[in-house]
């Protein structure tokens, strides 16, 4: 393989990796904080892919910068998240897993058949030209939609971690994913905590779809394959570790990208999501982040 074709797969494969941490971080907010499966983000993903397409395509007349759109996804994302923990997760927490489960995948399923409702079953496209028009250097071709969420992604991990270690709330949601019991004896107010967190999840799903609709076509069904690679990226990095998350969507579009030119039809990505997400589970359960940890 020629080293300029090397060099374009590593580059893609960073990208990819971008856009996929970007749709974990929610995931593995809600589950560190509330150990919970926040099986609904794949429905707030999709609602976000929607937002921004309300608020980009000429359809509605809006036609804001792509910019935009996710600085008005996030903050209404987060209240509408806040408001169905105060009002409907907040009583199955601490239940069996299974019910928050069920309740999540209803959830779920209530939000794709209200975009059924609202939007119908056409498959949307956002098609912005500047963003489709390659970056160029000599040989090199890097896709510009790509790089623009990459680079949001990228933003997004430095001001989570930001947030998580310099901020007093910050630090009580750290506290409350540790040990909750302990949190609330030192003076945290979990309840709070805990549906502020919630509410960031939620945000941050919408903000993966918001800029995941720069790149892919969506429609009400949208989301499943993301979940799945999502459960796969927070399991591979460790459960409650923003950093874990960037590692293991770095893993996954590594083993998604060079597997192409291995003769691996791109049909099959989501059966090696499985795979991967089966090894770890059996080879190492604490994922990346764990396995730092023990060696250390």
Excluded: C
């Excluded at 069920?102 to 030209?129: E, S, V």
Aim: proline share 5%; hydrophobic share 60%.
């Amino acid at each position: 393989m020629p080293p300029i074709e090397i060099l374009s797969l590593l580059i893609s494969a960073i990208l990819l990796a971008g856009l996929y941490a970007t749709m974990s971080y929610g995931l593995a907010l809600i589950y560190g904080v509330m150990k919970i499966v926040n099986l609904s983000h794949a429905g707030f993903m999709m609602l976000g892919a929607y937002a921004a397409f309300v608020l980009i395509s000429p359809v509605y007349g809006i036609q804001l910068n792509p910019f935009i759109p996710p600085l008005i996804v996030v903050p209404v994302f987060f209240l509408i998240g806040m408001g169905l923990q105060r009002f409907v997760v907040r009583r199955v927490v601490g239940q069996p897993m299974i019910t928050s489960l069920l309740l999540l995948f209803g959830l779920w399923l209530i939000i794709q058949n209200i975009a059924y409702i609202i939007f119908t079953a056409d498959t949307r496209t956002l098609t912005i030209p500047w963003l489709l028009q390659p970056i160029r250097f000599d040989e090199l071709r890097i896709s510009t939609n790509r790089t623009v969420v990459f680079t949001m992604g990228a933003i997004t991990l430095l001001l989570l971690q930001l947030f998580m270690s310099r901020t007093m709330l910050g630090k009580a949601i750290r506290a409350t994913a540790t040990d909750s019991d302990a949190a609330a004896l030192v003076g945290v107010n979990t309840a709070r905590v805990q549906m502020i967190a919630f509410g960031l999840g939620i945000a941050l799903a919408g903000l993966a779809g918001a800029l995941m609709s720069l790149v892919y076509s969506f429609d009400p069904d949208w989301g499943r394959s993301h979940l799945l690679k999502s459960f796969s990226i927070v399991v591979l990095g460790g459960l409650e570790s923003f950093i874990g998350v960037a590692l293991g969507a770095i893993v996954l579009a590594l083993v998604e990208t060079f597997s192409v030119p291995l003769g691996v039809p791109i049909a099959l990505q989501d059966l090696m999501s499985f795979a991967l997400l089966v090894i770890v589970l059996v080879v190492m359960p604490g994922g990346i982040m764990g396995l730092l940890q023990r060696r250390t």
